[in-house]
């Protein structure tokens, strides 16, 4: 699988459940307050500068489309939506 242009192929980092100080316990996908969450770097695009292969980032959650492939769901992105790179 290789990423093309200024995309990249991601796959992300499992956070778990969160307590909040109330006692709830939230999952991964309920917790509205984070804009940003963080993943694992499998391929780049040609046209991609400042992110390498198995870099950790940040990117904006309400970005890029998920894909499935041999039943492992990856997320593509574009490089604007990168915030961090660790």
């Keep these: ?45 040609s046209e991609v500068v400042g992110v390498k292969e198995n870099d950790t980032i940040y990117y904006d959650v309400t970005q890029g489309f998920k894909i499935e492939i041999e039943k492992t769901i990856y997320h593509v992105i574009k490089l604007q939506d990168v915030v961090v790179v660790l």
């Design 1 to 45: 699988m290789k990423a093309i242009g200024r995309n990249l192929v991601i796959q992300k980092t499992k956070a778990g459940t969160t307590t909040t100080k109330g006692g709830l316990m939230l999952a991964e996908n309920q917790r509205e307050d984070i804009r940003y969450i963080e993943a694992k770097v499998l391929s780049i695009g």
